[in-house]
T-cell receptor, first 113, second 112 residues
Framework: DAGVIQSPRHEVTEMGQEVTLRCKPISGHDYLFWYRQTMMRGLELLIYFNNNVPIDDSGMPEDRFSAKMPNASFSTLKIQPSEPRDSAVYFC???????????FGQGTRLTVV | GENVGLHLPTLSVQEGDNSIINCAYSNSASDYFIWYKQESGKGPQFIIDIRSNMDKRQGQRVTVLLNKTVKHLSLQIAATQPGDSAVYFCAESSSNTGKLIFGQGTTLQVKP
């Protein structure tokens, strides 16, 4: 398996634009996590899914952020409209169940100017 | 200000010495704990894990210790090498929810 695949690796966008980050989890994994990493806040959990269903979105900063998982092999994190303070590295991770290691993608570095 | 960031604890060790990185977790319901290593420009990578029914687990050059009484976790790295230089995160999870939460991280610097 190629591991967790995220795209794009880098994204630079202007304030106010919509940004969509994509994630393909490892095949067979039924948990998917979205994290945001910044110097200010470290590695924050934004939302996670189990069997494509959002379980906990309490980490989503505000209504500008939304996440979907239409099927077991794909998830998106959307920011609309984007703001400079959204600049961060966004990671996706997947795991095959509770009490098993989570595998991370390479991340998407988002810069909002 | 914009330049204020997390002041990650930093551990500086000499190559060949043993390293001990500590972590306090918050949720008494957590029953699964993981240590991750993150190198610059990469995603966190799994090092070792431990379940709450254990207090010690050993891997290759690494040992994790769990003290549930004081909610403390530690990672011991034997014979630290320059390639061990990275940021190390502990993470906790509960089998009831599957939610995986990370601590703030510790920077390990290995001096040759």
């Amino acid at each position: 398996d190629a591991g967790v695949i995220q795209s794009p690796r880098h994204e630079v966008t202007e304030m106010g634009q919509e940004v969509t980050l994509r994630c393909k989890p490892i095949s067979g994994h039924d948990y998917l996590f979205w994290y945001r990493q910044t110097m200010m806040r470290g590695l924050e959990l934004l939302i996670y899914f189990n069997n494509n269903v959002p379980i906990d979105d309490s980490g989503m900063p505000e209504d500008r952020f939304s996440a979907k998982m239409p099927n077991a092999s794909f998830s998106t994190l959307k920011i609309q409209p984007s703001e400079p303070r959204d600049s961060a590295v966004y990671f996706c991770a997947s795991t095959s169940g509770v009490r098993t290691e989570a595998f991370f993608g390479q991340g998407t570095r988002l810069t909002v100017v | 200000g914009e330049n204020v960031g997390l002041h990650l604890p930093t551990l500086s060790v000499q190559e060949g010495d043993n390293s001990i990185i500590n972590c306090a977790y918050s949720n008494s319901a957590s029953d699964y704990f993981i240590w991750y290593k993150q190198e610059s420009g990469k995603g966190p990578q799994f090092i070792i894990d431990i379940r709450s029914n254990m207090d010690k687990r050993q891997g290759q050059r690494v040992t994790v210790l769990l003290n549930k009484t004081v909610k403390h976790l530690s990672l011991q790295i034997a014979a630290t090498q320059p390639g061990d230089s990275a940021v190390y995160f502990c993470a906790e999870s509960s089998s009831n929810t599957g939610k995986l939460i990370f601590g703030q991280g510790t920077t390990l610097q290995v001096k040759p």
